[in-house]
Structure formats: C-alpha cells, structure tokens
C-alpha cells in the first residue's frame, strides 16, 4: 500500500502489531496492510524485529512505530469514535476495556497499550450543538460518566 499523504504514526514500545491486529478485530474498515521488519540492529530493535506496521482504524491511515520505552502516551492525544446508540458504545468501550484497558472520565478509556480513546455517541455531539440549556445539561450528565449512558444524554437534552 502507498503510504498515505497524512498517516498517524502511534509508537509503541514493541507491540504495534498486536495492538493493530486488535483494532483490526475491533473496529469495522480496519485493517492492517503492512509488516516491516528493521534492516538492520537500531536503538528499539535488532534486525528482523518488527520495525513497522502500516494499518487504518475505521479507514484512517496510521503507522504502528515500535520505537522502544523512550516515550509513553498521554491523553493529549486519543483517538475519537463517534457511535450510534449505545449496543455500539458498550461494543467498542468493553473490547477497550476487556483487553487490559483501563475506564476514564467522560467517555474515555485507554487501550492496554496507552492509547487513549473517546467512545462518543454522537447524541452527545449533537447536544452539544444544541448550545443553551439543553447542551449545559447534557454537558454536565456526561461530567459524571465513565462509559457514556446515551439514555441519560438524552434525559438530559429533554429536561427530564
């Protein structure tokens, strides 16, 4: 595959091709599309390791980078589903979470690999567009969420 104009690249210490073989089994319209091994020994691997993986999460292109323990994820960078109803919700944030992941605050949850993900219906999206009341209301149900519950978002918006 031609490497895209734009590609995310994700480093992971040595496991980008478990981690991409996983989002593969995940998500819909993802696929993992290369296995490179380094040429030669490097810093973060001997020759023959996997060096890269070329893969797309729900059709965007991305490179797994097994760079070594140097440097770790934060939540300054996550990547964003936007689901459905909630069967797709719980789908996606219990695969997360049910393979070594780990819940967080407001639709968040992180992989077992560091990455972070926002599992968001797009209810919410769409309440916070609304602006006013009906978006401080849904804004502040979701303050008080782990996994998003889009029967409460949509309480919310109602006023009920």
Not at 9 to 19: F, G, K, L, R, S
Not at 98 to 103: K, L, R
Not at 130 to 152: L, T
Request: proline content about 4%; overall charge negative.
């Amino acid at each position: 595959m031609a490497l895209a104009k734009n590609t995310i690249c994700i480093w992971y210490d040595t496991q980008a091709e478990e981690a991409a073989n996983f989002y593969a089994r995940t998500f819909p319209d993802t696929e993992v599309t290369g296995v490179y091994r380094a040429p030669s020994d490097n810093p973060s691997t001997s020759a023959g390791a996997v060096l890269t993986v070329e893969f797309t999460v729900m059709g965007i292109p991305c490179i797994g980078l097994n760079g070594g323990p140097t440097f770790k994820h934060s939540e300054a960078f996550s990547m964003q589903i936007a689901t459905e109803d909630q069967e797709e919700t719980d789908r996606y944030w219990n695969a997360i979470v049910g393979n070594g992941g780990e819940e967080s605050m407001c639709g968040w949850c992180k992989d077992k690999w560091g990455i972070s993900w926002q599992i968001t219906p797009r209810v919410l999206g769409e309440a916070m567009q609304k602006g006013g009341e009906p978006a401080k209301r849904a804004f502040e149900a979701m303050m008080s969420m782990k996994k998003i519950d889009v029967a409460k978002i949509e309480a919310a918006v109602r006023g009920s």
